[in-house]
């Protein structure tokens, strides 16, 4: 199946050189998934040509607020609302969680209770405990009306959506497996905006098994048994 990567941001260079873009790190999850990719950077306004140029989409996290006034957000929101229209199947990772929750009708914020870096434990439905690797502070606060609420953490209640048996979303990263994690907490970790009790818990944890490839079957088989 071949799927349209929307790439709403760019990971930081230090990232990118030792394992790859948000695309790249896609590709990695998805290995073996049977699908294949093509990329569009929406963040520098590269948008397909259509919803025919791919069978499915998939829109990536971003350092930007969905909320935050960018060129791209605007015409990204439209896509995503012919998307849904066309019942187009999708998923959605963090801010492409968010996204396609504002798109749609629901409310995204800066969470007050502050960010959430490194390995959480969420509960979603079929699932039971899944750890996965976050990095974010904006949440998806209000669900939109078609949405259902899959699974979240006292932290974070909507962690994750589903639209019908069309798009599925989530607000932590599959695809930031612990190595890339590790990474991430080298380059940015000493930035006085995250607590450091936060840092260094996140540190701590990065030894736990993290469920990445059980969410990566889960969203294979999702985009590839979507219907309207």
Known sequence: MHIGILQCGHA????????GDYDGL??????GQGLTFSTW???DMDF???LEAAEGWLVTGSKHG?????AFIPPLEDFIRAAHAARAPMVGICFGHQIIAQALGGRVEKFAGGWAVGRRTYTLDGMGEVA?????QDQVLEVPPEARVLGGNA????????YGRQIFTIQPHPEISTPVLGTYLEVRGDDPIYEPAMIEEARA???????DALLAAHMARFLKEARP
């Open 12 to 19: 930081p260079e230090d990232v990118i050189a030792r394992h």
């Open 26 to 31: 896609f590709a990695t999850l998805f290995d």
């Open 41 to 43: 950077d929406v963040v």
């Open 48 to 50: 397909p040509p259509g």
């Open 66 to 70: 969905a909320y935050e006034d960018h």
């Open 132 to 136: 996965l690797n976050a990095w974010h």
């Open 155 to 162: 932290f974070c209640a909507n962690a994750a959506l589903a």
């Open 205 to 211: 944890t990065m030894a736990l098994p993290t469920h």
